[in-house]
């Protein structure tokens, strides 16, 4: 499983091809797909992709879920839509610990606490604030980010993180 799409550079293709290959390359928005292309025909992988943020250049993409409504791509991996950062942002949590949260969720080191990147959202700040509200219906100890840093937290704790930065996002929306 490849989760967004980094450049196709021959020693990462030949550590993946190492590791076994990859069967699935799961895409959480419109613009972090570079190669996706090449992952595709080198490993012969079906790639996943929101419809709302499927583009030309992503128009092949072989699963293109809709809708707004949670989406089992497999028995341990599930697709959440999360609008905001784009339209069709979604993040994917794989055997209910690992959150990989695309451009949506991060980890503020200097600060301890979960973050979103309100200058980089491109669609929605206020559906942004509210999609990352359900995710508080899921438990996971990891979050997984495109850009920023991963954290491990205790399950509990990483609830009151994401519950905290949910409340802020809410504020500066304007919603709460």
């Not at 709302?52 to 409504?69: I, L």
């Not at 609008?83 to 503020?108: C, I, K, M, Q």
């Not at 205790?154 to 504020?171: A, F, I, N, S, T």
């Amino acid at each position: 499983m490849l989760v967004d799409s980094p450049r196709f550079a021959k020693p990462l293709v030949k550590n993946m091809e190492a590791m076994g290959g990859v069967r699935r390359m799961l895409l959480t928005h419109q613009d972090d797909v570079a190669d996706h292309e090449k992952f595709a025909a080198h490993f012969g992988c079906e790639r996943v992709l929101h419809r709302n943020d499927v583009r030309s250049r992503t128009a092949a993409v072989e699963r293109q879920p809709a809708g707004h409504d949670p989406i089992e791509i497999d028995r341990d991996l599930l697709m959440i839509p999360t609008p905001g950062h784009t339209r069709g942002h979604a993040v994917y949590l794989y055997r209910s610990e690992f959150l990989f949260s695309g451009d949506h969720l991060a980890w503020n080191e200097p600060r301890e606490r979960l973050y979103a990147f309100r200058d980089a959202c491109w669609y929605s700040w206020p559906e942004q604030a509210e999609s990352m509200s359900r995710l508080l219906d899921y438990r996971f100890s990891w979050v997984l980010p495109g850009h920023g840093r991963p954290v491990h937290l205790d399950p509990e704790r990483m609830h009151d993180e994401l519950e905290r930065c949910v409340q802020w996002m809410k504020r500066v929306a304007g919603g709460v």
